[in-house]
């Protein structure tokens, strides 16, 4: 059975090596859109990046999205 080839941007790598998620659950995603898995652990990173603040959850998501899809 041939592997797929699957696009890896860095923040995927990321999630994965976080160990929330596995690779094959990344490499699951055939359409190439990021699992609901990856975009919280990266919202989740991005909180703590900006030092744990609250009251921005809505806009970690969203960027946390666009930068999987590599729209950032």
């Known amino acids: 059975m041939a592997k797929r080839a699957v696009r890896t941007t860095a ?9 929330v998620i596995s690779e ?3 490499m699951a ?3 190439g859109r990021p699992s ?3 975009v919280r ?3 989740y990173q991005r909180y703590l990046e900006r030092g744990g603040t609250h009251g921005n959850d809505l806009e970690d ?3 946390a999205e666009k930068e999987l ?4």
Request: aromatic share 4%; charged share 35%.
């Open 29 to 31: 995603q055939p359409n």
């Open 36 to 38: 609901e898995d990856e």
């Open 41 to 43: 652990v990266r919202a």
């Open 11 to 19: 923040k995927r790598v990321d999630v994965v090596n976080s160990g």
């Open 61 to 63: 998501w969203v960027e």
């Open 24 to 26: 094959t659950e990344v």
């Open 69 to 72: 899809k590599g729209q950032s």
